[in-house]
């Protein structure tokens, strides 16, 4: 967890290790969620393949628990449920918009029964 810039927020961060697949040597990203941190907006980092720097940032809502993902690349269904971060400036406009976003699906669900 990290503190964000308004100094009552804090956001889980996973930075995924870059691996390439046995046969087709194709580069993925490997992530794991703990369960404590399923309902939680978290930042997602890709590193590169050297290990010493990042592919991109990526923030997404929601993530399921016990869940392991491998992550294919920018078009991986899972990151297209979130926003890619241009750059570390826009964290905290694209947090917000993606729980408001969220709060508001939660809102518009009927009533069961």
């Not at 969620?33 to 809502?61: A, K």
């Not at 294919?72 to 976003?101: F, H, I, K, Y």
């Amino acid at each position: 967890m990290f503190i964000l810039e308004d100094g009552a927020s804090t956001m889980p961060m996973k930075i995924c290790q870059c691996y390439r697949t046995r046969v087709q040597k194709l580069l993925r990203w490997a992530l794991r969620v703990p369960s404590v941190d399923q309902h939680l907006t978290t930042l997602i980092g890709l590193s590169n393949e050297t290990g010493d720097g990042f592919e991109g940032f990526y923030i997404l809502h929601g993530v399921e628990i016990g869940t392991r993902y491998n992550i294919t690349g920018e078009r991986d269904p899972l990151l297209q449920r979130g926003q890619r971060l241009n750059s570390p400036a826009d964290l905290c406009t694209v947090r917000r918009s993606l729980v408001q976003a969220a709060e508001q699906s939660v809102e518009n669900v009927p009533p069961s029964g």
